[in-house]
Every structure is written in C-alpha cells, then in structure tokens.
C-alpha cells in the first residue's frame, strides 16, 4: 500500500486514495468522504455491521500515514475511559512525599497535582493533541452502543475540538483530528450528535462493487471462485435471515475457501463452511434447507 501525506483535492482523487488501500468505494461515499476532509467536519457512517464502515477509517490512516484512533464504544462507556481521567497514585505519592517533606502549603500542593503531568489521556483527547505526522483519524465505533448522555459529552468535541476540563479548563486542538463515526442502528442516534456531522448511509454492495472488492481483497480467489461466492451471498441477503452476510462475511468466506484449496463451490464446500458467513444456527439451517431444495448451482449463478 502506497501511502501519501495530502488530502484529496477531487471526489476521484479520494475515490483513487480508498482504493490504493483495498477499498473499493461507491461515489456517494467518496463524495463523502472528500466532503468531511475538505470542510473539517466529522462523518457519521451508517448502516448494517459488516458492510465497511469501520474500514473507511482504518484505510484513510493506512493510505494518508496518520495514527488511527479508536474509541470502542459500549454500554456504560464513561468519561473516564473515553477522554481522560487523573492518576489518582501517583497524585497519591505527591501528596505523601510533601508531607514527609514537611511541606505545608496544601492550596499549592492542591493545584500542582492537576497539571498535565498527572493527566492520563484516553482516545478522545488523545486525537486533540498535536502530532508530527499530522492529524489523527479518530474512529468511534458504534456509537449507537454507548448511551445517550455519552452522546451528550461528545457535541463539544464534534462541534469545536475541544473539551473541557474543569480542573485544567478547556483544550482546543490547532489541528483538529479526522473524525469518523459508525452505527449500526442497534438504537436511534440523537439529532444533535448527527447535526454536527455529515452523513452518509453505508448499503449492501451491489454484485459488480462486491466482486470489486473480493478482487482486491482476495485476489488467490480467481474470477471463478469471486463469481460464485458473491453471487452466492447476494442470494443470502434476498432471503429472511435473521443477519444476513455483510461485505466482511464475503471476504472471510472467500479467505476460507481459499484456505480450503477450493476453486469453485459445490454443496458439501457450502454447508462446511457457512459458518464464516452466518453467525446464527436458525439461519444456518434456513440455508441448508434452501441448498437442498434448489441446489447451489443456482444460488451461486453469476447475477
């Protein structure tokens, strides 16, 4: 992967720069994208798990050789383990060290432990700091999972880049990070949070884009293999799954058939193997069911 230190001047130039990092995007998402980079606004991706939301950050690190950071979000998530918190030993240790020191002077001692030097930073602030490399990429994953007055905390830094610190007061990036959000719709997002960001909804790929994509992704596939397993999961997603395959399940399905030495699918291949694909036994079993009814040929026929 070749890497490059400047920002897309064009919508195909950023289409180009996905690309160079295996992604193969659709327009509406490389307008997107150049959108978000060119306005300094945060983008808020949206859509079903799997279909590469979370790789559009991970790729726009890799190809523009800035640090990526990531903040996992889960239910409970909290300031603490988001954006800062102090470090409550070692202010412990400063304390008792004046104090066998005979120190008295317990204001001053006070607001020499709320200095930086005390501060451990977590991802959020971490991407506001000044870099060599330049700015960060800064990926909150899934924020549909954190709860919602974490979502509340977030507006100040996706509004300004800045937050604020009541013992230390507020910190403004000079150079705001490159920030990119992800949902998969487990609940709604507030308004407000979205307001801030621009948008774009993430669909299934079309059987075209997603051969693309197996094709960049896994090449030792052959065209054969690519034809058959996308054409094969685009038949999946037609059916009423409980969570049908999304784009990472293609490519972990094709990794595996490789894996398998396999060069086309045929029905023992499939039923073998679908569990890199499906996550769940009652759709497993839907599958099964169909295979043996219609037979992979047809399911697995070029569209």
């Not at 640090?67 to 400063?94: H, I, K, T």
């Not at 013992?167 to 705001?176: A, C, Y």
């Amino acid at each position: 992967m070749r890497a490059t230190t400047g920002l897309p001047t064009s919508i195909d130039d950023t289409a180009e720069l996905l690309r160079r990092g295996g992604y193969v995007p659709e327009r509406g998402l490389a307008t997107a994208l150049y959108l978000a980079l060119k306005m300094r606004r945060p983008l808020f991706l949206d859509g079903e798990a799997g279909v590469g939301k979370t790789e559009v950050a991970k790729v726009l690190a890799a190809v523009l050789a800035r640090d990526l950071v990531r903040l996992q979000c889960y239910e409970g998530l909290d300031v603490a383990a988001a954006v800062y918190e102090w470090n409550y030993p070692r202010q412990m240790m400063a304390i008792r060290l004046a104090e066998a020191a005979g120190r008295g002077q317990e204001a001053a001692l006070s607001q020499s432990i709320y200095t930086e030097e005390y501060l451990l930073k977590r991802p959020l602030l971490t991407a506001l700091q000044p870099h060599a490399g330049g700015a960060r990429v800064l990926l909150i994953d899934e924020i549909d999972r954190a709860d919602e007055p974490f979502e509340a905390f977030l507006l100040e830094m996706l509004a300004d880049f800045q937050i604020t610190i009541p013992e230390l007061g507020t910190m403004r990036s000079k150079d705001p990070p490159i920030v990119i959000l992800t949902s998969n719709r487990t609940r709604e997002v507030h308004d407000a949070l979205k307001r801030r960001c621009l948008y774009h909804w993430i669909d299934y790929p079309g059987a075209e884009r997603e051969r693309a994509i197996i094709k960049a992704r896994v090449p030792a596939a052959g065209d054969t293999l690519n034809a058959q397993v996308v054409a094969f999961v685009q038949s999946l997603r037609g059916l009423e799954l409980f969570k049908p395959p999304g784009l990472a399940e293609t490519i972990d399905w094709a990794n595996a058939l490789v894996a398998l030495n396999a060069r086309e699918l045929d029905r023992e291949t499939v039923e073998a193997t679908l569990g890199v694909a499906l996550k769940y036994q009652d759709d497993i079993a839907r599958v099964r069911a169909e295979v043996a009814a219609r037979g992979v040929a047809p399911m697995a026929a070029a569209q």
